[in-house]
């Protein structure tokens, strides 16, 4: 079996490679580096099954594959932002070149889309059944918006084109091989403790997060990845959902002062202290996945425990800033 | 001044095309006739000043124009639906290109976007801050989330690379010109009627809609787009939003049942009934734009009274059946 994982050299693309190697495919990565690095993929370039190709994936794509994973894209604001005409390119011309290649070559589709469609919520916790509260000309415009026509693209081409297209709503992730400058709160933590920068906390930091380690959002890709297209089918449409869309992530909440005092307990020896400033006005009190879908259809949940995922975290940050 | 008109030989874009003429503009029409037709530019075509290519916005566009006219897109949904991807294609594509054009050249870009990207609007009227509630994977995504999608690539053109875009948001809009087939309640009515065919009100008629008159949509574009970059910038920043987006359309409500009788009233030899079917659930009891922002930015309010819009627009559709 031959697979084709866009964003192959990034943050979770690089743990997908790694899983199909060992499930035995052929894997093709491709990826532009401009997010992704060459660190996250050097082990497996040793591979014989494992291949890179440097390139953009709103660029025409080639190849017969048997699944294609759509990873590609910059997901944190510092990254999305930085250049957000090639962010809205690469969510829309990006889809539209894998949805061109599966209809000619019947390639399964899995879609990465994110949570950030759902945009600054009005419920609590979303199902895939809310449209969302986006911004269509604001600062987050071009990641939110431009995943959200992704999905519409993926939706029409398997109503007009047949084209067996899975997606997932991907929740916050975290793990080794994320970006040192993701800039979210996770890995901004684990630096700022190793680095003995001071760990900054907005409002008194009972805000509440979830936090999901890759390997559980991998081991539910697969999962998905491996069901017949005729139960994903009746299975959605049992549900009254128009497509296969599926939220994962993880449920367990943790305030954000519980995740600052569990990455120093996890760093004994780091210099840094708790600082308080004041909370932004549109910081959201709760974030949280409704995954009763992935849980019926995959008897997938996430296992495993924060302190575990952090300490692999964390000793990645050290050999990177070793 | 040269004007390229996408979409010029569409119902809009050929009242457009009409009146940049007689404003002294060198016209360029772009339509690949999917939904346009020559007969709405067979007399333009005619005018020293006018050319037209036939070409899908949705291809590299080439030539140096002063003024770009986004208006390529089917709108209609039997139109939009009919071959859903090339719908998302040629919004996002054709905004991709009109932009890059535009960046290359310096040319002044006004795309028409859609009371559409509101969705099913949780708020009534609706004003130009509101997000909107829409699905992304339903049958009007297509149409819905390529319009939302193809405002941020603007929004962000503009704040990137400096492109001068003004966006409208088209509510309701009819007269001559109209696509024989375009399926919403007043062309139906019309020509139900010129047939000698039954109008089909739904419910008990009760629920209101707002038309606008084409001619009053265009006056509000030429103003608009004639006020100088400073101005608009000033005024949209005032509002603390984050581009140039304005609703036109006319806030005048009429009940369906009151547009049928009206109809029926002008067509006195129209040997047609009125016929009731219950309601859809999802109809909703109204629609009407917010148009204080383009009252207060063009000193704009719609004129053409919905009786003497109807009368016009009568006359076409004889013409066009005769």
């Known amino acids: 079996m031959k697979a084709l994982v866009t964003g192959g050299a990034g943050f979770l693309g690089s743990h997908l ?26 082990q497996l370039l040793a591979h014989p099954a494992f291949s890179f190709r440097e390139r953009d994936v709103a660029d025409p794509i080639d190849g017969e594959f048997d699944e294609i994973y759509n990873l590609a894209c910059p997901a944190s604001p510092p990254h999305y932002q930085r250049d957000s005409v090639m962010t809205v390119r690469t969510c829309v ?31 609590y916790p979303q199902n895939e059944r809310y449209w969302g509260n986006v911004n269509t000309i604001g600062l987050r415009s071009c990641y939110d918006e431009g995943k959200r026509c992704a999905e519409t693209i993926c939706a029409d081409y398997r109503r007009q084109h047949g084209v067996d297209v899975r997606m997932i709503r991907i929740f916050n992730t975290y793990g080794p091989n994320m970006h040192p400058e993701d800039g979210r709160v996770v890995s901004n933590f684990i630096i700022e403790a190793l680095k003995g920068e001071d760990l900054t906390v907005y409002g008194d930091g009972s805000q509440t997060r979830s936090f999901q380690y890759c390997t559980d959002l991998i081991r539910a890709m697969r999962l998905y990845m491996e069901k017949p297209r005729t139960e994903i089918d009746a299975f959605f449409a049992a549900q009254g959902l128009e497509a296969p869309v599926l939220n994962l992530g993880n449920p367990s909440e943790w305030t954000i002062l519980e995740l600052a005092r569990e990455v120093l307990r996890q760093i004994p020896e780091s210099k840094s202290r708790l600082v308080f400033r004041p909370l932004p006005s549109d910081d959201p009190k709760h974030r949280k996945p409704d995954i009763a879908l992935a849980k019926a259809l995959l008897g997938w949940e996430p296992e495993v425990p924060l302190a575990a995922g952090l300490a692999q975290t964390i000793a990645y940050f050290e050999s990177v800033l070793g």
């Open 93 to 123: 011309l990006g889809i539209l070149n894998i949805m061109e290649l599966a209809e000619k070559t019947g390639a399964k589709v899995m879609h990465a889309s994110t949570s950030e469609i759902y945009g600054d919520s009005l419920v």
């Open 17 to 42: 490679c790694r899983r199909l190697l060992v499930d035995g495919y052929e894997v093709t990565a491709l990826d532009n580096l401009y997010t992704g690095s060459r660190r996250n993929i050097d």
